[in-house]
DNA sequence: CCCTTTCACATACCGTCGGTATGTCAAGTA
DNA sequence: TACTTGACATACCGACGGTATGTGAAAGGG
């Protein structure tokens, strides 16, 4: 283990990765090929096939790496809050800045669901980001600072909001001003949840 | 004009877009060929390209009839309500119970932005749907129901908060419950925004 | 140290797909 | 009726995702 063998594994899999995630990212997953991916990574197909079982399968992994990287820059902002209203709002403000990168945009919000289907975007989404959501808000009801309500419905409604306020704001002619007004208006739906 | 030949050219055209959207329905844009959708409207490809520009311009055409179908249902449900911010409600109503169909789902939420981009992909929900809800909100803050704020931002918010909790009540396996409570919260979510 | 096995790829190939160029024949027109 | 137009059908192409097989260097045992 740990050899010359594994090393050269590891690095020609990574390469593949960050080569496609640079590709699908610029050119969205139905006009990249497997022909330009290897090209970029300097192997073969047979390589990219000895690594991945699919096209699909690639695709997969750099969807995991992308939202792994953006639950983790979530986690890290929300965690350096104490109050816990304060790490739902950080994280959900974190979320919407870390969303507006062109990768996490085309790859998580936009190819995401199309390609792996929404049921399967679905429930990576939800290993990877959803349940701090949910957890947050849970965790919020118990100590009473928002009312009691059924979790899922609401997490599902404000992932959303975000989700689509995000690919707004990438596309925006004034950035700045864009997000502290959807982040206003966000805030405020949040807002809207507390207890009284 | 009006004659065999173009009698037989809508009907040929029509069986495209009713086969095309069936079947993009029922398996997504990138796994159904076009020899699929030429043999179940019992045409050929040159059929098919003399209609349409491409594979993605006859999906385009199926969208801008989904689109138009799910407007009109919602304006037709908002307008026969008399008090603007019911209006409102029961517009945002209508959109969460129309999205649940399976075309809409796939062909509208998930597929749409993958196919034709999400910029272009906005421009035709704005052109056939958001234009709504900005107005709807712009006539609410003018009547002073709602407080001022930057319409859009809100109005993407809202959109995205709808799509994905449409996406999430098609997968539900309690449809009523869980539609009741995702309403609730939306309504709190809309009610934050009343004039106090 | 050598022989064998393993494995991380490379090469060659296949069926299918979206797209196009061209042919055809009936409906329209003068 | 002679001619033109247009709504397709047919035949074909390059490119794509995927697979079967070959290969040479690293690992492992005697």
């Given at each position: 283990?740990?050899?010359?063998?594994?090393?050269?594994?590891?690095?020609?899999?990574?390469?593949l990765?960050?080569?496609?995630?640079?590709?699908?990212?610029?050119?969205?997953?139905?006009?990249?090929?497997?022909?330009?991916?290897?090209?970029?990574?300097?192997v073969?197909?047979?390589?990219?096939?000895?690594?991945?079982e699919?096209?699909?399968?690639?695709?997969?992994?750099?969807l995991?790496?992308?939202?792994?990287?953006?639950?983790?820059?979530?986690?890290?902002?929300?965690?350096?809050?104490?109050?816990?209203?304060?790490?739902?709002?950080?994280?959900?403000?974190?979320?919407?800045?870390?969303?507006?990168?062109?990768?996490?945009?085309?790859?998580?919000?936009?190819?995401?669901?199309?390609?792996?289907?929404?049921?399967?975007?679905?429930?990576?989404?939800?290993?990877?980001?959803?349940?701090?959501?949910v957890?947050?808000l849970?965790?919020?009801?118990?100590?009473?600072?928002?009312?009691?309500?059924?979790?899922?419905?609401?997490?599902?409604?404000?992932?959303?909001?975000?989700?689509?306020?995000?690919?707004?704001?990438?596309?925006?002619?004034?950035?700045?001003?864009?997000?502290?007004d959807?982040?206003?208006?966000l805030?405020?739906?949040?807002?809207?949840?507390?207890?009284?």
């Open positions: 283990m740990d050899g010359v063998r594994s090393r050269q594994r590891e690095q020609t899999r990574r390469t990765l960050r080569e496609g995630r640079r590709l699908f990212t610029e050119r969205g997953y139905g006009t990249v090929g497997l022909a330009e991916i290897v090209a970029a990574a300097d073969t197909k047979g390589a990219l096939y000895h690594h991945f699919s096209k699909g399968d690639l695709f997969r992994e750099v995991r790496e992308v939202q792994g990287e953006v639950a983790a820059r979530v986690a890290a902002t929300a965690d350096a809050e104490d109050d816990p209203w304060d790490r739902l709002l950080a994280g959900c403000r974190a979320f919407l800045a870390a969303s507006t990168a062109p990768d996490v945009q085309r790859i998580m919000l936009v190819d995401g669901p199309a390609v792996l289907g929404w049921a399967e975007w679905r429930a990576m989404d939800e290993a990877a980001s959803a349940r701090h959501l957890d947050a849970t965790g919020l009801m118990e100590l009473g600072t928002i009312a009691p309500r059924p979790v899922e419905p609401l997490a599902h409604l404000l992932s959303g909001a975000m989700n689509e306020a995000a690919l707004w704001l990438a596309g925006s002619a004034h950035p700045d001003r864009d997000l502290d959807a982040w206003s208006a805030a405020r739906m949040l807002e809207a949840f507390r207890a009284r």
